[in-house]
């Protein structure tokens, strides 16, 4: 069935490090591919998308490349801050429709001062 | 804006007693509805699919008779935990959708349930 694995934390760095979250996928076909953020307490809110290969999905300087040649989906950024502190899931949406969603098992970064 | 209600927030109960979530689309019809289960360190797991009118879909290993749920209109959609165990302990998170295309899933703020 479609799963999807990524990095397991806990990942700690400095305040301006550069971040990145590694996920990997398995589907069939061309699923479309997420990342999603959890802050402390709340819900899951979308950070970025993407819905086919070689699409680049971005936001609040997040980045991941939809790579179907290698079947990742890897998050980064150049510079974190102390507000990016959460737990990130990486989730995948089978291609054909359907709204379930597979979510990996979430790594939490913690940014340090 | 922010789309999806989620009450209450946390709730505490004793065992054997039964406790109903409500997730509310605010500004969206939303004829989907998941319930997703998170334990400490883990990841989500989907609970059920429910639309609007129709009786929820369960996944596999979700007693269908423990958590009840009920999605009796657009912008409303109640899970009730019966007869809780301590173990049933777990955070709790909806999300929404409407039938248009490419309609984004919402999420709520989540439910932290406590039994003890």
């Known amino acids: 069935g479609d799963s999807v694995t990524q990095m397991e934390g806990p990942v700690t760095l400095s305040e301006e490090a550069f971040l990145t979250i590694n996920c990997t996928y398995t589907?069939?076909?061309?699923?479309?591919l997420f990342w999603y953020v959890q802050y402390p307490g709340e819900g899951l809110q979308l950070l970025l998308k993407?819905?086919?290969?070689?699409d680049k999905g971005s936001n609040k300087g997040f980045e991941a490349t939809y790579r179907k040649e290698t079947t990742s989906f890897h998050l980064e950024k150049g510079s974190v801050q102390v507000s990016d502190s959460a737990v990130y899931f990486c989730?995948?949406?089978?291609?054909?429709?359907?709204?379930?969603?597979?979510f990996g098992k979430g790594t939490k970064l913690t940014v340090n001062p | 804006g922010a789309v999806v209600s989620q009450h209450p927030s946390w709730v505490i109960c004793k065992s054997g007693t039964s406790v109903k979530i409500e997730c509310r689309s605010l500004?969206?019809?939303?004829?989907?509805m998941f319930w997703y289960r998170q334990f400490p360190k883990q990841s989500l797991m989907l609970m059920a699919t429910s639309n609007e009118g129709s009786k929820a879909t369960y996944e596999q290993g979700v007693e269908k008779d423990k958590f009840l749920i009920n999605h009796a209109s657009l912008t409303l959609s109640t899970l009730t935990v019966t007869s809780a165990h301590p173990e049933d302990s777990s955070f709790y998170i909806c999300?929404?959708?409407?039938?248009?295309?490419?309609?984004?899933?919402?999420f709520g703020n989540g439910t932290r349930l406590t039994v003890t």
């Open positions: 989730a995948l949406q089978p291609q054909g429709g359907s709204e379930k969603l597979v």
């Open positions: 999300s929404a959708t409407s039938d248009k295309k490419n309609s984004p899933l919402h």
């Open positions: 993407a819905t086919k290969a070689d």
């Open positions: 589907a069939t076909g061309y699923p479309s």
């Open positions: 500004d969206f019809q939303a004829t989907t």
